[in-house]
């Protein structure tokens, strides 16, 4: 999988944290509600990032794609 899928889950965190933490300062007025489910968040995002992330580079899997659909098809 390109390394560019995974970013977006890690990102996911930084983009999600914003809007939510105003609604929750809002309806709680307190900020430990915002940590907690950001650090969920990322928790989360970071796990997906480690299941999807790939150190191999994008040539090698481009070449085994492209090997596998030739032996398939």
Same mark, same amino acid.
């Given at each position: 999988? +390109?390394?560019?899928? +995974? $970013?977006? @889950?890690?990102?996911?965190?930084?983009?999600?944290?914003?809007?939510?933490?105003?609604?929750?300062?809002?309806? &709680?007025? $307190?900020? /430990? +509600?915002? /940590?907690?489910?950001?650090?969920?968040?990322?928790?989360?995002?970071?796990?997906?990032? @480690?299941?999807?992330?790939?150190? &191999? +580079?994008?040539? $090698?899997?481009? /070449?085994?794609?492209?090997?596998?659909?030739?032996?398939?098809?």
């Amino acid at each position: 999988m +390109p390394l560019c899928v +995974p $970013q977006v @889950f890690a990102s996911l965190g930084g983009m999600v944290a914003p809007p939510l933490g105003t609604w929750l300062l809002a309806s &709680t007025g $307190q900020w /430990y +509600p915002l /940590y907690a489910i950001s650090a969920a968040i990322h928790l989360l995002a970071g796990g997906m990032f @480690f299941a999807c992330a790939s150190d &191999t +580079p994008a040539r $090698q899997l481009l /070449y085994a794609a492209s090997r596998s659909k030739a032996k398939s098809g």
